[in-house]
C-alpha cells in the first residue's frame, strides 16, 4: 500500500494514502520508531466508529488517525479534549455555526453529527486517535436517532486539508493549556458546548440504560449523572435523549 510523506505539521509527521479499509487499522501497523505521525486517507473502505459501528466513506470528506502518548489516569481527559479542539476548530470557521458536543466527544452542527472519533490502544501509552470530519456530503445514518450534517451544508466552504491543518493547530493550543493549567479551563469550555446538559438522558452501554440529568463534568472527563436517589459518574456510554 502507498502512503506519501507531505510534510510536518506541528510535531507529526504527515502521510496520505489514496485508500485505505481503516486509518487506525494501518497505522497500528507502523514502526513505532516512525511516530508521532498523522495517517489521512482520500477514501476508507472500512472505516470504523465506536462500537464497531460502520463510518461510511463520501468523497470530499477527511479521514485520518493520529499517535499520541497518553498515560491511562488522562484518558478521559483527552477524549473531551479531543472532541473540544474539534468543535471549536469549526466555530473558528464560522463564529455563528450552532455547535455542540455529545458526550463523549460527538460533534454537532445545527443539531446533526458533523464527525465522529475513535481512540484504540496500540501499545502501552501509545493511542491511535482517528477522527472523520463530513467536510462535504453527510452519509445517511440509519441505526441512531439523529441525521448527519457536512461543513458545505452549513455554509462552510473549504477543503479537507485546510480543515485538518486548522485542527492540529487548535489542538496543539488546547494540549499546551491542559498541559501548562491543567484541566478545569477546558472542562469549563467543553460544558459551554455540551449538548443536554441539565436535560434528563438516557446513557446506554453494554451493560445496561440508566436515566437521569446530565449535571456536569467531573475532573477525570466523567459524565455525572443524577438519577432518582444519587449521582452517579458514568465512564463510557452512549448518551440519547430521554
Same mark, same amino acid.
Given at each position: =500500500?502507498s502512503? %506519501? *510523506? ?12 489514496p485508500?485505505?479499509g481503516?486509518? +487506525? ?10 511516530? #508521532?505521525?498523522?495517517?489521512s486517507?482520500?477514501?476508507q473502505t472500512?472505516?470504523? !466508529?465506536? &462500537? ?8 470530499? +470528506?477527511?479521514?485520518?488517525?493520529? %499517535?499520541?502518548?497518553?498515560e491511562p %489516569?488522562?484518558?478521559s481527559?483527552f ?13 473558528? /470557521?464560522?463564529l ?7 458526550w #463523549? ?20 501509552? /501509545?493511542?491511535?486517535?482517528g477522527? !472523520? ?5 453527510? #452519509?445517511?445514518? *440509519? ?5 448527519a450534517?457536512? /461543513? ?7 477543503? &479537507? ?8 493547530k487548535? *489542538?496543539?493550543?488546547?494540549? =499546551? ?7 478545569g &479551563? ?5 460544558? %459551554?458546548?455540551?449538548?443536554n ?12 440504560s440508566q436515566?437521569? =440529568?446530565?449535571l ?8 455525572i449523572?443524577?438519577?432518582?436517589d444519587?449521582?452517579e ?10
Open positions: =500500500m502512503f %506519501s *510523506y507531505k510534510e510536518q505539521i506541528c510535531r507529526w509527521a504527515w502521510y496520505e494514502a485508500v485505505v481503516s486509518t +487506525n487499522d494501518e497505522i497500528k501497523k507502523w514502526d513505532k520508531d516512525r511516530f #508521532p505521525v498523522i495517517l486517507a482520500v477514501k472500512g472505516g470504523k !466508529g465506536r &462500537r464497531g459501528r460502520k463510518w461510511q466513506s463520501v468523497e470530499g +470528506n477527511l479521514y485520518f488517525t493520529y %499517535s499520541e502518548e497518553i %489516569s488522562e484518558l481527559r477524549v473531551c479534549l479531543i472532541g473540544l479542539s474539534l468543535a471549536k476548530t469549526v466555530i473558528k /470557521l464560522s455563528k455555526a450552532d455547535v455542540k458536543i455529545k #463523549p466527544n460527538d460533534v454537532f452542527l445545527a443539531h446533526k453529527k458533523l464527525s465522529g472519533i475513535l481512540i484504540e490502544n496500540i501499545s502501552d501509552n /501509545l493511542w491511535a486517535i477522527i !472523520g470530519v463530513n467536510i462535504k456530503g453527510a #452519509p445517511q445514518i *440509519y441505526d441512531m436517532p439523529y441525521q450534517t457536512s /461543513l458545505a451544508d452549513n455554509g462552510i466552504e473549504l477543503d &479537507r486539508i485546510e480543515f485538518l491543518k486548522a485542527y492540529f487548535q *489542538y496543539s493550543r488546547d494540549l =499546551m493549556v491542559y498541559r501548562e493549567e491543567g484541566f &479551563r477546558l472542562k469549563e469550555e467543553w460544558l %459551554s458546548l455540551a449538548l446538559l441539565n436535560q434528563e438522558i438516557t446513557i446506554k452501554n453494554d451493560e445496561k436515566k437521569g =440529568m446530565f456536569t463534568l467531573d475532573d477525570n472527563g466523567y459524565l449523572l443524577k438519577t432518582e444519587k449521582e459518574r458514568i465512564i463510557a456510554g452512549d448518551l440519547f435523549i430521554s
